[in-house]
């Protein structure tokens, strides 16, 4: 068995505190992607979720970026606010007709986010994955969803999941519940706790912890994807590069 390709990121890219602490002094905006791309393996990409993008917008980040690097994309609210999750399927063909297939193998998973209201009903979210598609322009697809209830700590979610091969967030977070869960092919993670005063975001035990958790599923052949996103932002990039340090993929 083949081991898994781990990649660590960030949320986004345009973040003016990252100006000169990431970023190199001087370094034009239009080069921030450029610059990032090079640095870490993946970027979640969180404006999605707000509205469509242009066709323009997706065919320059598919050029800024290198061959080996992918976009995470966050699935339209459109979609996953509605009252019914059974009733997204024309709303999931629109959002993906935006120009999502422009990326081709730089397309990395598509994370679905639902509201922290919305409880676990079987029936519904049966029927939001089953409209969830496997290719996109002939480009195989990879769905995350990120349940923020903790009714859906139930195996009956878990089940569906497997049978979808969807992934289930691991969030490190204080809000939200974290739900554990391994029910895809490979494994995605939102690490939401970093603090401003570490200048890593995170203690180091923690991130050794991280970095095991992604070793130990890429020894069992799933791929990982591992964001930095909330807590102290400005501390992602520190924290995302240290982690692939530990992880030894940093980049050359």
Request: glycine share 8%; net charge neutral.
């Amino acid at each position: 068995m083949s081991s898994g390709r781990i990649r660590v990121g960030i949320g986004g890219w345009t973040y003016p505190p990252w100006r000169g602490s990431f970023y190199p002094q001087g370094l034009p905006q239009s080069r921030e992607l450029e610059y990032a791309s090079r640095q870490l393996g993946a970027i979640e990409i969180n404006a999605t979720f707000y509205g469509r993008q242009s066709p323009s917008s997706w065919k320059a980040w598919a050029a800024a970026v290198p061959d080996d690097f992918q976009f995470a994309i966050k699935g339209s609210r459109f979609c996953v606010t509605r009252p019914k999750l059974a009733d997204a399927g024309e709303g999931v063909e629109t959002f993906l007709a935006q120009g999502l297939g422009t990326l081709r193998e730089k397309l990395g998973p598509i994370l679905w986010m639902l509201a922290a209201r919305r409880q676990f009903d079987r029936e519904d979210i049966a029927a939001f994955l089953s409209v969830l598609p496997e290719r996109l322009d002939g480009v195989r697809l990879r769905h995350v969803i990120e349940p923020r209830h903790e009714s859906f700590r139930d195996e009956a979610f878990f089940k569906l999941c497997r049978d979808h091969d969807i992934a289930v967030v691991f969030g490190d977070d204080d809000e939200f519940p974290c739900i554990d869960a391994d029910t895809a092919s490979f494994t995605y993670a939102r690490l939401q706790r970093m603090r401003e005063e570490v200048e890593t975001g995170y203690e180091e035990e923690a991130l050794t912890s991280f970095a095991a958790r992604a070793r130990r599923s890429a020894d069992a052949g799933r791929d990982g994807y591992i964001f930095m996103i909330n807590g102290s932002k400005v501390r992602a990039p520190s924290a995302a590069l240290r982690l692939q340090e530990k992880l030894g993929i940093a980049p050359a």
